[in-house]
């Protein structure tokens, strides 16, 4: 059994101090000790949508596993932890996939818009030979109370998943695997929004290298202005101005003990 995952604290939401092998480590330990857990990919998106909703920032905090997603995440993390790398959603994915051809284990994909969870499946399953995905769900555009149901966990259940991933964009996959954390038998629950457009081909990603620079936003807002500028122009400076008044001592924010 692993260790619990040291957390650093961004604005009061406990971000683990990990990289993608101990990432994908823990899960293949919940997963043989059937723990049930659930995993938050952190942005600086993330971290500022929980200044304004407490009961998200909670859901983050109580999560087996907060990933650094985002690049100021991780240059944050490094000031104490030199291990700490990017645990990007889209990549974690991958990773786990691939690794699962030889785990053996079986992933239910829950997300996307019509067709999308279909041609990711298939795109998986060429791209990982001996992939086993169980089963496929694609929510209706809807709110949490009709998603969030218990004849949907028993499709899901009935699939005898290991990892559900969850693609329905945040917050809104956070707090649908918080309230369906406690119907569902599979192992593990995966928050990772934009991977399914992007690796079903419905979205196009940014060039690696302004992935590794923390250009990511750049290209994403010049890709979907109108849907994203307000996180990105509005967000990225606040976030900027809360850490420095946090590195400062200005400004104290705690973690659940």
Known sequence: MMATLERINVLGVGVSAINMEQALDQMAVWIASRSREYVCVCTVHGVMDCQRHQDLKDIFNSGGMVTPDGMPLVWLGRRGHPHVARVYGPDLMLAELERSVVSGHRHFLYGGGPGVGARLAERMRTRFPGLQVAGVMEPPFAS?????TPEAAAEINSSGADVVWVGIGSPKQEYWMARMRPLLQAPVLIGVGAAFDFHSGAVRQAPRWMQRSGLEWLFRLASEP????????VDNPWFLFAIAMQGMGLKHYELPS
């Open 144 to 148: 949490l109370d009709v998603l969030c």
């Open 226 to 233: 109108r849907r994203l500028w307000r996180r990105y122009l």
